[in-house]
Each structure stands twice: as C-alpha cells, then as structure tokens.
C-alpha cells in the first residue's frame, strides 16, 4: 500500500464553520455531513487514510455537494475547496466507477461526432413539440425534457460593427458542448456583440469539450485529454484572448493549470493558456461595452456560482447588463446561491436538484420579473425547466443575448 | 456500537426520523469539533431534533434512559464547550425558525437554531437589529448565544446576550418543560433566566428564545486609527474611554492578524504596515455625532495615530468590519491549529498585559495574533500553530498558561465571551477558591440533579465534593 497523500490546502481549514451557511446542501438537508467544514472533514480522512474511499456515507455526502464554491467566497482562509472535492472524487472514481449513464453522457460529450448525433436529436425532439409534451411527466425524464425544451434559437437578426469602433485583440470564442449543441444563438450573440465591440472573431478548428463536467465527476484523465486538446487548438488559432460564454467552462478552463499541474510536458503551457482565459463579460466590460437600449423589461439577474464564485466575477457581468441602460433590473436576493443545477447534478440527484432550484423560483416569482438573466447554459436550462414545469411565463436569457438584441435594434432600425 | 446506543438510537429515530440520527463512525467525525480546532472528542451518537416537541421528547428519552448529553448550535464556539466525549450529542441546528417578530414589543421569538445574523436580517425591514453581534454571527445560532452569553463587538454600547434575553422556554435536564421569564417590575424572586444565560448548555435546552430587538442608529461613523506601536493603540483606548465617549465598537487588530486577513478574501484595506489599527464605531442621532468623531480622532493621534480615516456609507463599512469579523477564521493562513484566549483584563492595563504576551510569545518561540474587543479589555490572543508538530504545541500551552497567569494578575479573568467549556476548565481554579467552585456545583445540581447536561465542562469535576461518583460525571 502507498502511503496515504495529504490533501493540499485542506489544512488552512480550521473549522470555524463560516462556510456552512454560505452552503445550498447543508441549509437544505440541515446535516453538517452536507456543509462544506463536514466534507472537508470528510476529505481530510479519506485522504490520510482513517476513512476508507468506499466508505458509503462519506460517498453519499460528497456526491451530494453541488460544486458550487459558494463556500470558497465565505471562507477567510482560503480552502481550495473545489480542488480538493476533484481530488477526493478522483480517488474515488477508482474505487468506485460512476454510474453508467453519466459514463455515457461524459463519453458523449468528448466524442465530438456522437455530441453532435445527440444534441440533433435533442434539437428534433424540440423542434416536434416532443421535449415540451413530455416535460409534463414526472421525474427524471420530465426534467430533462423540460430541459431540453426551453433551450432556444436565435432571435436576433445580424448586424456589422459600426464604422470607427477602434479595432481590439484577436479572440477566439469556445463554442464548447452544450452551448453550440442547444444554445447555439448564445454564441453567435458571443461573436456579434464581441465584434461590435472592436474584438476580431478568430476560428480554433479543433476545440473541444472543456472538460469541467470530466473534472467535477472525477474522470481526471479524460479531462486532462481534453484540456491538451483545447490548448493545442487555441493556441493554433494565434487569439489573444478565449471568450468563454459558460460560466462553468470559463471556470475550468482557468484551471488547466491546475488540472495539468503534474504533467511536465504541458503544464506551462497550460499555464499560459490559463491566462489568455475571458469570460464573455470581462472582454466586453474591458471596451466599455458599447451601449444600447434594451427592450424595456423587468429583469431578474441571477449570477451563476462558477461566475462569481469559482472565477470570482461580479462586476464585469454587472457592467455588461448596465450597457443595456434598464431602469427595472435587480439582482435575485438569492443570486448569489445555487440554482441547483450544477452540471449533470440535476440528473443525477434530480430530487434534491429541485428542492435546492424551490426557493429560487419563489425569489423569481417574488421579483414580478418577466425575464431572468444568468451568464451559464446549466443554469439557464435548468432555472428554465423549473419555470416552464411551474407554468410561469418568465424567459430565461444569457446577458449577451439581451446585449446582442439591443445591438440588433438599433443596428437594423 | 453496544447494544443500549442501538437501542437509544432507535428510540430516538422514533422521534426525529432516522435520517436525523448519526450513529456511524465517518458521519460523526465532523461533530467531534467545535469552532476550535485542537480538540477531537466522539459523540456517543448525533440526534437533531426539528422542533420543539421532538426536541423535549429527545430530552425525555435522554432521561429515561439516563443518557448524558450535550447541545450543540453551529459548532462555531471556541472553548470546547459543545463536545461531546462519549456522550449523545443533540443539534440544534434544523430548528431555525422565527417564530414571532413583534415589531412594537421590538422582540423577536425565535428557535434555539436560528443562526444570529439572519434574525437581524429579518427585523431589518423594520427599522431594527439583534444587537450582539459575535464575529461568528454569519454561522453562529442564537441558542449557542444564550449558552454561552456570547458577546460581540457592539456589546460594549449595547451589552452581551444576557441584556438582550427576555424570555426562554426550557426543558430541564428531567425532562420537565419551564418558562423562564425576566422579572418586570412587580416580579419577585430569582432571576432564573439571568442564571440559565451562560450557563454553557449544564442547566438545560432551551426550545425557544424571546429576545429584544434594537432600533437601527440615524446614523453610524466607522474609524480606522492606524498605530506604528501596540502600545499607542492601546493607550488611545484607555484615553477615548476616560473621556467617557461609549464607542458602539472599539476593537484592535495587530499586525499579524491585519497580514492574515489583507490576505484573504474579505482583505478590508488595513494597513499591512501598522503594528496595530483601532477600529472605532460611533453611532445614535446625527445630532453630536461629529463632535465624538473629531474627539475620538484626536485622541488617536494624541496616542500616535499616523491615519484616521473615517467611513460612513454602508459598504465601505461593511468592509471594515468583514476584515475584523473573519479574522478568526482567516488564521488558516498562518497555521493549521489555533489557541484562542479570551481573557478580560482592566482597560487601563491593555498596554502592560500586551506587552507581557509579545515577551511570552517571544520566550516560547511562538507567534501571538492579536484581534479582540479593546474597549471592553477583552483580549484574545490567537495563537496559530501546527498541531502535527508536538514540540511546538507543548510550547503553545506552556505559552497559554503564562499569559492567563498574566492576565489574572492584572486582576483580569480567563473568558470574556467564550466560555469556560473545556479549554478553559484549568483555569478555573488559579480563578476561583474551593469555596466558589463548590458552590457553582450546588447551583448546577439544582437545575440538573442527574447531572446529565454538558458533564465535564466548566467546573472542574474534582472540585464537586459529590460529584465523582456519578455516571454523568466522567474523568
């Protein structure tokens, strides 16, 4: 046996507890277990070997973590909370192999012709009427339906950049996964409003998957293959920048220099890419953005956990939304905690997913507002779901596309 | 497990639900520690009841089944106070109701679980707050408040929790449902609910909590006097004190605690060069309110203040205090174990005490990180360390002992807010004499003759001339 390996940063712990309100499992489940100082706790004897890897109620408290991180914006030490649950599910993985539908699902997405195959279908289903016929059923299925139905196309009509706007760096946007496969008018907004703002759209043939649904799940390897891949395809590209759209892909892609810290022959490269890493409100907030009215709306915003709390952003996306000049737009009283989302969570613990997702949709409800704005497709799909299953008529929108539709506006008058 | 925890464990899950009783070695691990790390002790078993039937059920089937058991809020408290060694454990924190907020009475009824800051959270839209406020009040509940009579840096205008109690529901140690209620001014007798406040979880659970609410000041100044020597901050404490201004806040950072937190996220703009800073808090009617600033101002710079700077909208003070309230927990920083001391000492003698800890904290060859409530002399040395290293924590505790001894020469006392708890327990006989000690048993034994709360906490078990032969009270 090898000897037990120490759980870097969980020893700036020092369990003063001011994480767990700042945590959506614990406040739900009332079970210090589901709070972050009890995982820690948890990691921490799994890692030095007191606590087996199998052990099956550690295992149900750390599949119950969110990932959110919200407990790292609460935490005056600094616990690198989001790397350590990788780690510990890493090791986990190996004693414990996931279940065969997210083995599936992850095999999916980094297979770029079986994710296009999948996500045409999803489109059809969609496109039939299907996904949102059989959202009414219950459970799991309904929930993915209904996840799939609220996924849009494109609403805003092309335009060029004005003549004068002073030309900006070469930027190279991820198209990523899910994104292009259901939410592909997010990223032509990505392109159009970027480029409006003075950014020259480059291609990246080659991208890929970024991984962080990989990593989160602890198939360390396959995340590893698919950052390598990404950062030989933007760095091909020459962009100065990559514009991230997804929260949570913007997250894990500032970390391939963490996720590839170990590999000698990539890791300063992972390095450099790490750096050039942007996500779609930092590049605009950075030239301004240009202004534009926004269709007169009262909008609920509600900032996704790897925005504010993984990539630590909130006034960048603050001022992507205020180029829309809105008098009636204010933050969800509860933006700053999960939806319940969190990648492939609301599938895999679809239940305690939805009873995490109840008090958000109470605050949108609460907001009278007729239309909530969240930078994350997770996040937009499954706040969406949950609306589209409480009959509520509140759209969910990407804050680029609101941007990019006031840009068309005034553009195409 | 023996047979009787299985058996107690049944009979509670009867109660709660078995998903609210931990009886597993890995689900109990993290209820091993409070807020002060250092200290492991296994619970016999975890129990959390979710509301107040079920909480004095549990407390009966304790009862009858002569079980020991300790209550527990947020696990924020940080003198050991709410471990369990070996005995049932019971959590408090599902029951985190507000019951009643009266915004005319200004008082609020609230369950024990309800965590401090979200009781002001709630009586903010009505123009009024929950005036203690410890530096845990993001995680802390108001029923850990209550046991340990928690204090906060606004307590030195305001008072501690037992200022702020009006009335508690309780069930006694038996099993036996009180109300315990503040005598107005035709009650005779005892004041039971002053006794019960502080108590440290040895005379009962409360299920309920009515406690006042305070009107939110016209107006509110934040300063921050930044200091070259420790001993100039301390000296414009005594000074701002004697001019009998009453600062809401007065609390004093030193240099090692302002390098830990400009570190962290909740960096609040301390200078990293100073060796102390004063954080000073007026607040009440705008009327005056500039008068006490330009004074509090001069006196810092009488006492060698290079800076006061002053804040008075909401955010920029909500950074200040951000930086003062997380210290505690930004020492994971410096190292992963910490001591903290809680010792009060009079005011005038601030200076003297604290250059006695910098001596003693130099002869063991340890670090002292000073952040605590200046303008009530309670201090607490944080002492960051590597528990893993076992030389320098028998450093670490031969250091602790010397600065209590310190402290209670100064004709100080060993906690100002924390509580005796465990960590502080040998201490209280360098505090208190046979005499005293003994009598603190008898007024225990009158709430909880079976001695079945919180055993071996406070006073020190061999002090109690019947107390050692009783099951609760183990060694």
């Known amino acids: 046996m090898t000897a037990p390996k120490p759980l870097a940063g969980a020893d700036l712990c020092v369990h003063c507890g001011f994480c767990t309100q700042a945590c959506p499992t614990y406040l739900t489940l009332d079970d210090e277990n589901d709070s972050p100082r009890g995982r820690i706790v948890l990691m921490k004897a799994i890692a030095d070997g007191s606590l087996a890897v199998a052990d099956p109620a550690a295992a149900l408290h750390l599949d119950q973590c969110l990932g959110c991180r919200a407990c790292e914006t609460a935490c005056p030490s600094g616990v690198p909370y989001g790397h350590l649950l990788e780690e510990t599910r890493a090791k986990m993985v190996e004693r414990r192999p996931l279940s065969l539908p997210t083995r599936v699902l992850l095999y999916v997405f980094a297979t770029p012709t079986l994710a296009a195959a999948f996500f045409s279908a999803g489109r059809a289903l969609r496109a039939l009427g299907l996904a949102a016929l059989l959202s009414r059923l219950p459970g799991r299925i309904g929930i993915m339906m209904a996840t799939l139905a609220v996924s849009h196309r494109a609403r805003a009509r092309d335009y060029r950049p004005r003549a004068g706007t002073p030309s900006r760096e070469d930027v190279a946007v991820l198209q990523g996964c899910v994104m292009e496969g259901l939410l592909a008018p997010v990223n032509r907004a990505t392109e159009r409003t970027l480029a409006y703002n003075g950014y020259r759209i480059v291609s990246s043939p080659g991208q890929k998957c970024c991984g962080a649904l990989h990593a989160h799940a602890g198939a360390r390897d396959a995340a590893r293959a698919l950052a390598r891949e990404n950062i030989a395809a933007f760095e091909a590209s020459g962009a100065a920048y990559v514009a991230v759209n997804s929260a949570g892909c913007g997250a894990a ?54 925005l504010q709390h993984a990539q630590r952003l909130t006034d960048p996306p603050a001022k992507l939304l205020a180029a829309l000049r809105l008098t009636d737009a204010h933050d969800l009283p509860d933006a700053s905690s999960c939806c319940g989302a969190a990648g492939l969570y609301s599938l895999e613990n679809p239940g305690l997913s939805q009873r995490i997702l109840a008090p958000k949709m109470a605050s949108i409800a609460a ?21 589209l299953r409480a009959g509520s008529r509140v759209s969910v929108r990407h804050p680029v596309e609101l941007l990019d539709e006031a840009y068309s506006r005034e553009a195409n008058v | 497990m ?24 890995s689900e109990l691990l993290v209820y091993e520690n409070d807020g002060l790390p250092g200290y492991h002790k296994r619970p016999r078993l975890f129990v959390a009841p979710g509301n107040r039937e079920e909480a004095i059920a549990v407390v009966q089937a304790l009862a009858a089944a002569n079980a020991p058991w300790v209550a527990r809020g947020a696990g924020t408290g940080l003198s050991g106070g709410s471990l369990a060694d070996g005995v049932v454990m019971i959590g408090m924190q599902r029951m985190r109701r507000i019951l009643a907020i009266d915004p005319e009475a200004r008082s609020a009824t609230v369950e024990p679980g309800v965590v401090n800051v979200s009781l002001t959270k709630a009586a903010t839209p009505f123009g009024l707050h929950y005036a203690p406020d410890p530096s845990s009040q993001a995680a802390c509940t108001i029923g850990g408040n209550v046991a340990e009579n928690a204090g906060g840096p606004h307590c030195l205008k305001y008072g501690v929790t037992l200022n702020h109690v009006l009335a508690a ?16 001014a035709d009650a005779v007798g005892f004041d039971l609910l002053g006794a019960f406040v502080g108590s440290e979880g040895c005379f009962g659970l409360a299920v309920d909590i009515t406690v006042r609410l305070t009107p939110n000041p016209e107006r509110i100044c934040t300063m921050l006097a930044d200091f070259t020597t420790v001993d100039g901050a301390a000296d414009a404490v005594s000074t701002i004190i004697a001019a009998g201004i009453v600062p809401a806040a007065l609390e004093l950072v030193d240099a090692g605690t302002i390098a830990a937190v400009e570190a962290s996220i909740y960096a609040a703009g301390y200078p990293t060069d100073a060796a102390a800073c004063l954080l000073v808090e007026v607040d009440g009617p705008a009327a005056g309110l500039d008068d006490d600033v330009a004074e509090i101002t001069r006196h810092c710079t009488a006492a060698g ?78 002492i960051p360390y590597n528990g893993h290293d076992s ?9 602790c002992d010397e600065i209590m001894a310190a402290c209670i020469a100064e004709g100080g006392s060993i906690t100002g807010e924390h509580g005796v708890g465990l960590d502080k327990l040998p201490y209280m006989e360098d505090l208190f004499t046979p005499d005293s000690l003994d009598a603190m048993c008898r007024l225990r034994d009158a709430w909880d003759p079976a001695r079945r709360a919180n055993p071996g906490k406070v006073v020190p078990v061999h002090r109690c001339r019947e107390w050692m032969a009783t099951p609760a009270a183990r060694s």
């Open chain 1, 253 to 306: 892609m500032k970390e391939y220099d963490h996720l590839l810290a170990d590999d000698e022959e990539w890791s300063a490269r992972a390095r450099t890419f790490a750096s050039r890493v942007r996500d779609v409100s930092e590049l605009l907030a950075a030239a301004g953005p240009i202004q534009a009215a926004g269709q007169p709306r009262k909008l609920a915003v509600d900032h996704p956990c790897h």
């Open chain 1, 367 to 387: 907001s009278g507002a007729d239309c909530v704005a969240t930078g994350n497709p997770g996040c937009m799909m499954h706040i969406g779901a949950g609306l």
């Open chain 2, 2 to 25: 023996d047979s009787n925890t299985r058996i107690l464990a049944d009979r509670l899950a009867n109660i709660v639900g078995p998903r609210h009783v931990k009886t597993g070695a």
């Open chain 2, 169 to 184: 529901t309780v069930v006694l140690p038996d099993g036996e449902l009180l109300e315990l209620r503040t005598p107005d």
């Open chain 2, 305 to 382: 203040a290079r800076s006061v700077k002053t804040a008075t909208d909401a955010a920029a003070r909500a950074k200040l205090w951000q930086g003062r309230k997380k210290a505690f927990g930004a020492m994971g920083r410096v190292a992963p174990t910490l001591a903290v001391q809680d010792a009060v000492v009079p005011r005038t003698r601030l200076a003297p005490v604290l250059r006695e800890v910098a001596r003693i904290a130099e002869k063991h060859g340890i670090r002292v990180c000073n952040v605590f409530h200046a303008g009530d002399g309670n201090l607490h040395p944080n």
């Open chain 2, 391 to 399: 030389a320098e924590a028998a450093r670490v505790h031969a250091a």
